[in-house]
């Protein structure tokens, strides 16, 4: 069974950055995608940034382009997503997720991460 870890939430002022990671238990061809997503409290889970192992331009949701990066070690079997000038509405249980191939329906994917808290101050 494939375990997903999350690290990195926590509290930080409008303005900050936040630096999620999330562990896998391996990196095959069940987890060739790694995404992002996030849930505010009382709203569906949405998604943030995806990419995969193998390479190619990674995906955003409209609302963080410019703001998060999503990158990945192979090696460590590690993909981290550097959340910069974090706004209140960044608020949201954020979870690592995995599947066999690209898409932004959580619906669709197969692993998750247990999620990590992160809560934008104004």
């Known amino acids: 069974q494939v375990q997903l870890v999350e690290s990195g939430g926590g509290l930080v002022q409008a303005g900050g950055s936040l630096r999620l990671s999330c562990a896998a238990s391996?990196?095959?061809?069940?987890?060739?995608?790694m995404g992002w997503f996030r849930q505010p409290s009382g709203k569906e889970r949405e998604f943030v940034a995806g990419i995969m192992w193998s390479g190619g331009s990674p995906d955003y949701a409209d609302s963080v382009k410019g703001r998060f990066t999503i990158s990945g070690d192979s090696a460590k079997m590690t993909v981290y997503l550097q959340m910069n000038s974090l706004k209140p509405e960044d608020t949201a249980v954020y979870y690592c997720?995995?599947?066999?191939?690209?898409?932004?329906?959580?619906?669709?994917?197969?692993?998750w991460g247990q999620g990590t808290q992160v809560t934008v101050s104004s």
């Open positions: 997720a995995s599947r066999w191939a690209t898409s932004p329906n959580p619906k669709e994917y197969h692993y």
């Open positions: 391996e990196r095959t061809w069940r987890t060739a995608v």
